[in-house]
Nanobody
Framework: QVQLVESGGGLVQAGGSLRLSCAAS????????MGWFRQAPGKEREFVAA????????YYADSVKGRFTISRDNAKNTMYLQMNSLKPEDTAVYYC???????????????WGQGTQVTVSS
């Protein structure tokens, strides 16, 4: 069983930046595709970004493209989400996930972290 723990969330003003981290506990981190999802109050969980097993391919939701950057360091068993030019609509709980494919659908991910809160003030 892979365990994932997110960190780095917090309160930031609009236009600011945050860097989220997702630390994995297993030895097979490098074999998994990874993704970031978020859930705002009263809304369904939505796709944010994904990265394949070696970091060679990345995918972004249109709402964050050009502002967010997903990356991974397999030697450290850690995935990152660099968030720049943050907007109030980015406010949500952010979750990291691991699965077989770097896709936008939640059903392809087998393991999930506990989430970290990101709040962007106007």
């Amino acid at each position: 069983q892979v365990q994932l723990v997110e960190s780095g969330g917090g309160l930031v003003q609009a236009g600011g930046s945050l860097r989220l981290s997702c630390a994995a506990s297993g030895r097979t981190f490098s074999s998994y595709a990874m993704g970031w999802f978020r859930q705002a109050p009263g809304k369904e969980r939505e796709f944010v970004a994904a990265i394949n097993w070696n970091g060679g391919s990345t995918y972004y939701a249109d709402s964050v493209k050009g502002r967010f950057t997903i990356s991974r360091d397999n030697a450290k068993n850690t995935m990152y989400l660099q968030m720049n030019s943050l907007k109030p609509e980015d406010t949500a709980v952010y979750y990291c996930a691991a699965g077989s494919f770097a896709v936008a659908t939640m059903k392809e991910y087998d393991y999930w972290g506990q989430g970290t809160q990101v709040t962007v003030s106007s």
